[in-house]
């Protein structure tokens, strides 16, 4: 159960009520605009209270809320999209959708873990877990990018890789190894954006990038709070405690400097405005590839080792 | 550097007198086994063949020539993210610090091995199973770059649960860390030969662990990403009994061979030499590797 949609459930009511006021006061004579007003307070009010403040938990349910926009929205928003299929070697991984695009007019190579918005979509794409064939399909998509110049841009929405037999046995690993170590030698920006859950290595395989940009409300973790449950205490149910503990939020990560740039999300979260959060997040990486697009290629593998080496240095 | 304090003594006694008098049980087959016995069969059971884990300074012990200076021993964790749950993350570290009598879970520093100088990391399952935090990010990170350097082929063995949870987001971004610094010494022309022993997985094996350009695994390590008991849970069937082990990869084709702990030392020192490249005897560089005696010759 997703505790935000749980918590939207007043308001949504306190807003069919107001919608109701208004079409009723345009019908009649009577002036019912303090009362359409102070439930209009009342309705911030709320809003404010429920979401001016988030716990890590709540922004965890916030980055798998069931409408906020997940992966293929950001690419559907792209001027233009020409999707690749597959690694070459063994299938196409639906958790994974990438291709040639153009963002704000840049040509690009647009990478994006979608996660399916109903049942039957989830279940085609895997939940956004991807297997090694999606990983293999990044190393290839990012060599491409390599070989024709063009910069690489990541949006980031997994709760992990896929822990599958199959996966372990196409060595999902090795995949994520690979894909990591081909991002860290790409003489082309990458821009990777958080979108809603980064869930450990599954997610950091598209985000060993230049720039860093997260949703205010994305979340991104050594591992989802549920698996940190598992493997700390052995209760994936005290779930809400390890995401209080893990620092996931973006604020977290900013203060780390793991995230370059937080993009704000509308009072309420980015499902409030769908379009205007994705069109905000591709202006921001936009923004982002403009500064990058001057830089020479060994000075921006350069950039980007200094960005990493720096973690964690003093073991502090 | 002088050889440290702790492989002198390891070297003078490799098994405590306290300790000596011990027996242990091998967990696979239930033989009874002296524990100097068990040291002087390099931690295998002599009945099954089982491998034990093996201390970090018992293992580089085993495999280098003479002296082995280490590198970011100085390096002690601190607490980024203020953990406690039962207890706090510093007095874990404590804990494990008096156990292993390590200082965090990866030992580098240089050495070499069948008189091929090299860098060399590993991993201990004893400190906090071999997790990844920002230490072991570190060490490893600091080993590549000063074997890129120093133009020295790194070898590292592998044990390791994974990412560090108490150090959070910080221990993840090591995976990204070491994959550069494995990336720029690959890229400079650095011979790299990983070790996965028992066992490799998580955001180890995801990252330096297969990066290596020849990849070795020891006879019945688990390696894998996912934990068992984590696939298990998912698709909620029992694993056959081989699955995510050294055999088992290899026969999928994601290792370059499965050797047996005696062999580990020997394998590497024939890995190493190729490693020295193609010049021939005959194009006037140097020779990889010394000519045979006319003696040794075959008549």
């Known amino acids: ?80 999209f020409d999707e690749l299929h597959g690694d070459r070697h063994f299938r196409d991984d639906h958790a994974i ?4 695009a153009k963002l704000r007019g840049r040509r690009v190579v647009a990478i994006a873990q979608d996660k399916g918005r109903d049942t039957k979509e989830k279940v085609f794409r895997n939940f956004g877990m991807p297997a090694p064939e999606g990983y293999r399909k990044v190393i290839r998509l990012v060599q491409l990018a390599d ?7 990541t949006f980031v929405d997994t709760s992990g890789a896929d822990p599958g037999i ?29 979108i809603g859950e980064g869930g450990s290595g599954g997610a950091l395989a598209l985000a060993l990038a230049d720039r860093v940009l997260m949703l205010e409300h994305a979340v991104y973790s050594v591992a989802s709070p549920e698996g940190a449950a598992a493997i700390l205490w052995g209760d994936a149910a005290r779930a809400e405690e390890a995401a209080t ?30 379009s205007g959060t994705v069109a905000r997040v591709l202006d921001a990486v936009d923004r982002a590839l403009g500064v990058l697009a001057g830089v020479a290629p060994d000075e921006l593998r350069e950039r980007r080792y200094r960005k990493f080496r720096r973690i964690g240095t003093t073991g502090a | 550097m002088p050889m440290p304090e702790w492989l002198r003594l390891r070297r003078a006694q490799p098994v405590p007198a306290e300790e000596a008098a011990q027996w242990t049980k091998c967990p696979k087959c239930g033989t009874m086994i002296y524990r100097p016995d068990l040291a002087a069969n390099l931690w295998v059971c002599s009945t099954c063949g089982h491998h034990f884990r093996m201390h970090a ?31 706090s993350y510093a007095q874990k570290l404590q804990r494990d610090r008096e156990k292993s009598q390590l200082t965090e879970g990866v030992v580098c520093g240089f050495g070499s091995i069948g008189g091929f100088p090299v860098a060399l990391g590993v991993m201990d399952f004893n400190f906090r199973g071999g997790t990844m935090g920002t230490v072991v990010g570190e060490r490893i990170t600091q080993l590549f770059e000063r074997a ?23 221990a993840l971004m090591q995976m990204a860390k070491t994959t550069l610094a494995v990336r720029r010494f690959h890229d400079e022309g650095g011979y790299y030969v990983s070790v996965l022993t028992d066992p490799t997985t998580g955001g180890v094996s995801a990252s330096f662990a297969f990066q290596a350009d020849v990849i070795l695994a020891e006879a019945k390590a688990a390696i894998g990403f996912a934990g068992r008991r984590v696939i298990e849970q998912t698709i909620r069937q ?26 580990v030392k020997s394998r590497l020192v024939r890995l190493l030499d190729y490693g020295l490249g193609g010049g021939r005897p005959t194009n006037g560089k140097a020779a990889a590797a010394p000519e045979p005696a006319p003696s040794e010759r075959p008549a």
């Not at chain 1, 503990?245 to 769908?274: M, N, W």
């Open chain 1, 245 to 274: 503990r893990l620092k996931l939020t973006s604020d977290d990560l900013l203060q780390f400097g793991i995230a370059d740039e937080v993009i704000p999300e509308p009072l309420g979260g980015a499902h409030r405005d769908p």
């Open chain 1, 166 to 194: 199959g996966s372990e046995e196409r060595a999902q690993s090795e995949a994520i190894a690979q894909s990591l170590f081909e991002l860290a030698d790409a003489r082309v920006p990458i821009v990777a954006t958080i």
């Open chain 1, 97 to 100: 959708v990438a291709g040639f």
């Open chain 2, 238 to 263: 029992k694993l056959p009994e081989n699955f995510q082990t050294a055999e088992f990869l290899l026969e999928k084709g994601a290792l370059d061979m499965v050797v047996e702990r005696k062999d």
């Open chain 2, 57 to 87: 300074f018992d293992r580089i012990s085993t495999l280098v020539d003479g002296d082995f200076t280490e590198i970011g021993g100085e390096l002690i964790p601190g607490d980024p993210l203020g953990w406690t749950d039962k207890v």
């Open chain 1, 1 to 80: 159960m997703n505790v935000i949609v749980e918590r939207e459930k007043g308001l949504l009511e306190l807003e069919q009520r107001i919608e109701e006021l208004k079409s009723h006061a345009a019908q009649q004579p009577v002036d019912m605009s303090a009362e359409i007003r102070a439930l209009e307070a009342k309705y911030a009010e709320i809003q404010r209270e429920i979401f001016g403040t988030m716990t890590p938990w709540q922004r965890v349910h916030m980055a798998r809320h069931p409408k906020r926009p997940i992966g293929s929205d950001y690419v559907r928003a792209l001027d233009q």
């Open chain 2, 148 to 170: 890129r350097e120093r133009k020295l082929p790194c070898v590292v063995f592998t044990a390791s649960g994974g990412a560090r949870m108490e150090e959070g987001m910080l």
């Open chain 1, 147 to 153: 070989h024709l110049g063009l910069p690489v841009v």
